[in-house]
């Protein structure tokens, strides 16, 4: 039997090939605004919108498709998204990553898969275990912000490692906390939105 450790690794690998690497799902419109300016202000940023947007409305959407995946819920996510960038990022990249699973033999049933759609079909057909999954996509999505972070405020990668130290610390017990069905973050929206008109970009949201 193969240990589920090395699947886990490489769904929330840097250097899975679905496009992670050029989103920083407004982070980058924050630096523009001037709210994110350093490590402090960086390690802010990221710590809301892990916990007032993906772990309340992305991990519970996460957490349906890993029982079940259905087109109504995968659905609700993309109405769920804020602004086009936000929408166009989590179907480009799940559509990468259903086109790779169906090379390694994982179909993907579902229209226009979101991201977390895709992950989760990966998940349930090489039978992994539903926490670490979780732990997983949250520890894959918080490596990618601080690796848009370093890039775009800039931070040292000193910097970039000890935020990741004191946010990773955080993504069991938001792995194991109650699905909250919330996305209420209009910070994040608004920025979002700003960012598909901001003059000056190196990421595409």
């Not at 990966?122 to 926490?131: D, E, F, Y």
């Not at 370093?150 to 946010?167: D, E, F, S």
């Not at 209009?186 to 008109?197: C, I, N, Q, V």
Request: one cysteine or more; glycine letters at 4%; charged letters at 20%.
């Amino acid at each position: 039997m193969i240990s589920s450790l090395p699947r886990l690794l490489q769904l929330a690998s840097p250097v899975l090939p679905v496009g992670a690497y050029s989103y920083s799902q407004g982070l980058e419109s924050a630096v523009e605004a001037g709210i994110v300016t350093d490590a402090l202000s960086t390690e802010r940023w990221i710590a809301d919108v892990l916990e007032l947007s993906l772990a309340r409305m992305e991990l519970a959407v996460l957490r349906q498709q890993l029982e079940q995946p259905t087109q109504e819920t995968n659905d609700l996510f993309l109405a769920s998204r804020e602004t086009a960038e936000l929408r166009a990022e989590t179907v480009q990249m799940g559509h990468s990553l259903a086109r790779l699973l169906a090379e390694l033999g994982v179909d993907v049933p579902i229209a226009e898969p979101a991201l977390p759609t895709a992950f989760a079909c990966a998940v349930r057909a090489w039978n992994l275990p539903p926490r670490d999954a979780v732990i997983a996509y949250l520890w894959s999505w918080l490596e990618n912000q601080v690796m848009a972070a370093v890039k775009v405020v800039p931070l040292g990668q000193t910097a970039g490692q000890k935020i990741l130290l004191t946010l990773g610390a955080k993504l069991e017990e938001l792995a194991g906390a109650e699905p909250q069905w919330s996305n209420f973050a209009p910070g994040l929206a608004f920025l979002s939105a700003r960012h598909e008109t901001q003059y000056s970009r190196l990421f595409r949201s």
